[in-house]
């Protein structure tokens, strides 16, 4: 039990790395990083 969940842990946590990772690439040049009321988006110069 203890190992099941050890190893399911790990899978996780390399999950959290890997798919942002994988992605990376395909983000934009710009993110924005707020949006205000009338949904404009914000972006950090």
């Known amino acids: 039990m203890k ?4 190893i399911s842990i ?3 946590v390399l999950l959290s790395f890997l798919f ?3 992605y990376y690439a395909q ?3 710009q993110i924005p990083i707020h949006f205000n ?3 404009k988006a ?3 110069q």
Do not use: Q
């Open 3 to 6: 190992t099941t969940l050890r």
């Open 20 to 22: 942002p990772a994988f």
């Open 27 to 29: 983000l934009p040049e």
């Open 10 to 12: 790990l899978a996780l």
């Open 37 to 39: 009321a009338a949904g």
């Open 42 to 44: 914000w972006f950090w």
